[in-house]
Nanobody, 121 residues
C-alpha cells in the first residue's frame, strides 16, 4: 500500500549532473528514514545515501562530496542530486523507505521500481 515512484534518470556524459526524485504515497513518510540504493549489472545492490526523518544524512564513500540527498516531508518527496558523475555511477537507482535505529542503522522495507542512470565517457 506504500508506493514509491522514481524519476529523473537518463544518460549523461562524465562530469555532468542529474537530479533524481522519488514521490511517496501511503504509509507515514515523516516517521521513516528514506534512502537511495543502486545496482549495476553483475554487481551487488549497494547503499548510496540515506536521510532520516529529521534530515541527518549518510553517504557511501564512493559518492561523498558529489551526491546530495534531501527530502521534503510536506510534499512526501526525496531527492538525490548527483554531480561530477563518473562511468562507474552507471546503475539502476532505487528509492526506498524504512526504519532507522537511534544508532543510525537503516533497514529499507519499501522499494520503488528503479530508474536507469547511464554515464558515458
Amino acid at each position: 500500500q506504500v508506493q514509491l515512484v522514481e524519476s529523473g534518470g537518463g544518460s549523461v556524459q562524465a562530469g555532468g549532473s542529474l537530479r533524481l526524485s522519488c514521490a511517496a504515497s501511503g504509509g507515514f513518510f515523516s516517521s521513516n528514514a528514506m534512502g537511495w540504493y543502486r545496482q549495476a549489472p553483475g554487481k551487488q545492490r549497494e547503499m548510496v545515501a540515506v536521510i532520516s526523518r529529521s534530515g541527518t544524512t549518510n553517504y557511501a564513500d564512493s559518492v561523498k562530496g558529489r551526491f546530495i540527498i534531501s527530502r521534503d516531508n510536506g510534499k512526501n518527496m526525496v531527492y538525490l542530486e548527483m554531480n561530477s558523475l563518473k562511468p562507474e555511477d552507471t546503475a539502476v537507482y532505487y528509492c526506498n523507505k524504512g526504519p532507522m535505529t537511534t544508532a543510525g542503522s537503516y533497514y529499507p522495507v519499501e522499494w520503488g521500481q528503479g530508474t536507469q542512470v547511464t554515464v558515458s565517457s
